[in-house]
């Protein structure tokens, strides 16, 4: 798969490095000289580093865009990862665009109308995680989906829940949501219907935002 990484900062040469690893052809593009010129020091030379502005359409073109499968908007500055999203989608086509989101703030303009596939929010992120590490009982939202339209959830069901000890073929889940993944003594169990359910259960699913209160009351 060819990947563009825009920005080489920590998260954009992370990102470069960990895909390249996995064996994919991967680009950073990087206006500036000294991050540019960090990252050929750090990462194998697999990757390609094209130095310049990712907001213009030549760079874009020097990085062979039009060829990629992915591009990854991870600068510092949310106007040019907007920008660069929606450049990739409308000029150059590219069927999968993802952003980074630096100021939470400004998450409800990384659209589709901005040619944004997936949006990423580092700190809603953490939030997640905090609330994960310190909730029971409680629906988090993890993962939006689908510019929104889907979520990834978790709940870790308590003592006491009306679904322990029950089947997965006789809870009455709302409709537009699904049970995709268990987390059981640190390993994952692919729920079936016979999959009975036990208190500390981490359950892994995914809902669109209308229906996430009633699931929560579901697996109460």
């Not at 040019?80 to 590219?94: G, H, R, T, Y």
């Not at 979520?151 to 997965?168: D, F, I, Y």
Request: charge should be negative; include cysteine; hydrophobic fraction near 45%.
């Amino acid at each position: 798969m060819k990947v563009i990484v825009a920005g080489a900062g920590k998260m954009g040469r992370h990102l470069a490095y960990d895909l390249c690893e996995r064996g994919h052809d991967v680009t950073i593009i990087e206006q500036l000289t000294a991050p540019a010129t960090r990252a050929r020091q750090e990462l194998q030379e697999g990757v390609t580093i094209v130095l310049g502005d990712a907001c213009e359409p030549y760079v874009l073109e020097e990085a062979k865009l039009a060829q990629a499968d992915v591009i990854v908007a991870a600068t510092g500055d949310d106007e040019d990862n907007l920008v660069i999203s929606l450049l990739a989608k409308q000029e150059f086509a590219v069927p999968r665009v993802l952003a980074r989101v630096n100021h939470p703030n400004n998450e409800w303009m990384f659209t589709e109308q901005w040619g944004v596939d997936a949006a990423v929010s580092p700190p809603h992120i953490l939030t997640a995680l905090v609330e994960e590490a310190v909730s029971v009982g409680d629906l988090v939202r993890l993962l939006k989906l689908e510019h929104g339209k889907v979520t990834l959830v978790e709940l870790t069901l308590k003592e006491g829940s009306e679904v322990a000890g029950r089947p997965m073929y006789e809870l009455r889940l709302p409709l537009d949501s699904a049970i995709v993944a268990i987390i059981r003594d640190e390993h994952v169990v692919i729920p079936q219907p016979e999959t009975v359910l036990a208190a500390g259960d981490e359950l892994m699913a995914i809902a669109t935002p209308e229906v996430e209160d009633d699931l929560r009351k579901a697996l109460g």
